[in-house]
């Protein structure tokens, strides 16, 4: 992607809001570098303590799979049903999950 209006990249913000927890999409910042690119997302996305982990990842190295995709790339998963949730027990103490 190019520069838009000379701002730089863009980059795509997640941040993990304690310890052992997921990350989490937060937004996009622009920036030319990524030591740039993490200063911003940290003054525009954690000045609040709002979190204890960060990723910054440059927007062009994100692949998806569209919502024309969707029904060819995981209808292998409705076959098995071993890895639907239900069919195992959740240990006692664990957290986070």
């Not at 200063?39 to 990842?57: I, K, P």
């Not at 440059?58 to 692949?63: A, G, Q, R």
């Not at 790339?73 to 027990?89: G, L, M, N, S």
Request: proline share 5%; net charge negative; no cysteine.
């Amino acid at each position: 992607m190019e520069a838009k209006e000379n701002q730089g990249e863009l980059w795509e913000v997640f941040i993990q809001s304690k310890p052992g927890q997921s990350f989490k999409h937060a937004g996009s910042v622009h920036a030319y570098d990524k030591e740039m690119a993490i200063e911003n997302a940290r003054d525009v996305y954690t000045r609040r303590a709002e979190g204890t982990g960060l990723w910054v990842v440059p927007s062009k190295e994100i692949i998806a799979v569209t919502v024309n995709e969707a029904a060819y790339f995981f209808e292998p998963a409705d076959e098995k049903i071993y890895r639907h949730p239900t069919f195992y027990q959740m240990p006692e103490g664990v957290k986070n999950m």
